[in-house]
């Protein structure tokens, strides 16, 4: 029974969670307290609370304490091409796209690379903090071959750059090559994503071709850690 104290303790706190009780980002009860709470030791307390925290309950934030975390995670597909708005429009959920920055520069060596351009070609460069419920959650990276997208204003990048695409350019998206990675958050992430105690974020490399196969658009979509959960559907091949 003693062995499973912590399973009965960590059950009980997903039991509060999810039920409301703790509600999101409220600060749990020290060790100590809850060692007293549970009658137990402070080992089967920390065992409990390491679960949580693994299972994305709770995150520790050292020198502070514990944090419930906000369970109501948005879905983003990993397969499909799917637009922001288009998403933001489906989880019926208030939500904004601020511009930060917009010009058209010359590629560096990085973009050159990821874009296959030269240091000749022009490109359309596009950050994007996306806004749900009043907090900054992602930026978006947008870069586009200007020889595929001749004209771009900030005000198309204010609402759907996919719709002014496919709708008045009638540019044919075809397909997306995506990479997946969690990094530290870089300055211009703290600058421009609502951060709070988080130290990674979750980014999203898109490559995206046009139906003839050619490389028009590079994004980096950069997420804050707690708001996503990334969702795809297999199937084994025979």
């Not at 900030?154 to 009638?170: A, F, R, T, V």
Request: charged share 30%.
């Amino acid at each position: 029974m003693k062995n499973n104290k912590y399973l009965i303790i960590y059950e009980e706190m997903v039991e509060q969670i999810q039920n409301g009780t703790l509600k999101p980002n409220t600060k749990l009860p020290s060790e100590n307290d809850l060692v007293e709470q549970y009658d137990t030791s402070r080992e089967t307390v920390r065992k409990a609370l390491t679960m949580l925290s693994q299972n994305g309950y709770i995150q520790k934030v050292r020198g502070k304490g514990s944090f419930v975390l906000d369970m109501t995670k948005f879905d983003f597909p990993i397969s499909g091409l799917v637009s922001f708005k288009e998403l933001a429009q489906k989880m019926g959920k208030p939500w904004k796209t601020i511009v930060n920055e917009f010009e058209l520069i010359k590629p560096d060596d990085y973009l050159q690379k990821h874009l296959s351009v030269t240091g000749k070609d022009f490109v359309w460069k596009v950050l994007r903090s996306r806004e749900m419920d009043g907090e900054r959650i992602i930026l978006d990276k947008d870069f586009f071959n200007k020889k595929y997208v001749p004209i771009l204003t900030k005000e198309i990048c204010e609402g759907s750059i996919y719709e002014y695409l496919e709708e008045d350019l009638q540019l044919k998206i075809s397909f997306a090559k995506k990479e997946i990675y969690v990094e530290e958050p870089t300055e211009e992430d703290c600058r421009y994503i609502d951060l709070q105690d988080y130290n990674h974020v979750v980014v999203v490399k898109n490559f995206v071709y046009l139906e003839d196969a050619s490389l028009f658009q590079y994004t980096e979509s950069r997420h804050r850690l707690d708001k996503f959960r990334f969702v795809d559907f297999a199937r084994r091949g025979h």
